[in-house]
Structure formats: C-alpha cells, structure tokens
C-alpha cells in the first residue's frame, strides 16, 4: 500500500545531541513537508521541499535542517541549536498537477523528547 | 497572507446532536480548503476539500462542509456526532508556495 512512513515513533535526545527523524514515502509526491505540533499552537512549519535536491525554511527553521537527496525521502534533523525541540513532528507529502496542491497526506508523526 | 482561524478551543456535543465545527479563511483569490481530523499520537487523516464546484462538500465518515464566500467560511459538520468522532481538528487552506496554513485546531469532546 502506498504511503508515508515516519521513524522512529518515539525518540529521546539528550542535550547537545543532534537526532534525525526519518520520513520516507511511496506516493511518487513531489513535495515534502515537515510541522512541528505543540499543545494549542497547532501546526508549525520548519521546511518544505518541492523537488528533489531543492529546499525551503518554513515558519520556524530555525535549529533544523534537511536534505532532499530523493524523492521518497526528506529526514529532518534536530541540531543542538534548536533549544526547545520536545515536540510531536509531523512529516507530509502533496500531489500538485499544474502547480495546484490537492492536499497533504501525513504521516504518523514521531514524537521527540528531550531528557 | 492566506489564512484560517478557528475561533472555538474546544466544542462539546452531546451524542447523537449535531457536530459543528467553525472556521473562517483570509486569502486573495480562490479559496482551496481543507479539513483534517487528528486522534491522539498519530498524524492528520484527511476528511474533505473544497476546490471549485458545489458549496456544500461532502467527505469521509459522514462529514461535510459548507463553503460560504459572503461569510468567508467553511465550517464541518456532521448530522449525528458518535463518541469515536472525538478528536482534534484542523481546517488548513492553500498558502503561499502552494503549501498548506494550518489552523489552531478545535477539540471536539462528544458526550456519550
């Protein structure tokens, strides 16, 4: 079955780490999207992809980066700079035809804390 | 820039009473809108989109939306709320750069 797959589910980091979260999908979509959720500030953007080997700063990227190496896959990595990364993270993917973006499909999301 | 609010935290219904959830956008030109719908510790299912056509979209688990361009507002509904329709949701519209703005989200408590 098609698909978004986020990995891994759960993942704690200790201070100064930088961790990679994991985002792979098999729905051929162009363009990749990573939100951060906290509790009653919904969904935040921290990048976006619309191609392959090409990349956005969303909303609020500051203390992440990524890669965009292949279609299927956009990891995200939270670097020691990002001072508050406990957080659920959200990865998405879109479909456009003529530069027209019917929606998201997300995935599971991971959820990062910090210990 | 283009943008939804939800006015409401959380809304509370009793089962079997009607379920709306309310949302208002901001944006230049044609509205594309969206609504999604989270249960606790997984990511967001899609319910329903409005791109053109008729005002009054029909989507997943018996949901629908009216889209009302006087109003600037495309609220979700759903006849007869059930205890499993508990749940966050978000209403989104196409942005800038063909991404998706998010609302804040509305926790919707059914009462059993």
């Known amino acids: 079955d098609g698909g978004i797959t986020q990995s891994p589910k759960y993942l704690f980091r200790k201070e100064g780490q930088n961790v990679t979260l994991s985002c792979e999908q098999n729905?051929?979509?162009?363009?990749m999207y990573w939100y951060r959720q906290d509790p009653g500030q919904g969904l935040r953007l921290i990048y976006y992809?619309?191609?392959?080997?090409?990349?956005q700063k969303g909303d609020i990227a500051e203390g992440y980066s990524v890669s965009r190496e292949k279609k299927e896959s956009f990891p995200l990595t939270v670097t020691s700079a990002q001072k508050n990364p406990t957080a659920f993270y959200l990865c998405a993917s879109s479909i456009t035809r003529g530069k027209t973006n019917y929606g998201y499909t997300f995935g599971s999301g991971t959820r990062l804390t910090v210990v | 820039a283009q943008s939804v609010a939800q006015p409401e935290d959380q809304v509370n219904v009793a089962e079997g009473n009607p379920l709306t959830v309310k949302c208002t956008y901001s944006?230049?030109?044609?509205?594309?809108l969206f609504w999604y719908v989270q249960y606790p510790n997984r990511g967001l299912q899609f319910l329903l989109k409005y791109i053109t056509g008729d005002n009054l979209v029909k989507g997943s688990y018996g949901f629908e939306a009216e889209f009302n361009k006087s109003q600037t507002s495309f609220h979700l509904k759903k006849p007869s709320a059930l205890v499993s329709d508990s749940a966050l949701y978000f209403c989104?519209?196409?942005?800038?750069?063909?991404?998706?703005?998010f609302g804040k989200g509305n926790q919707v408590v059914v009462i059993p």
């Open positions: 944006v230049s030109g044609n509205p594309y």
């Open positions: 729905l051929n979509h162009d363009a």
């Open positions: 989104a519209v196409r942005a800038e750069n063909n991404r998706l703005a």
């Open positions: 992809s619309q191609i392959v080997n090409d990349f």
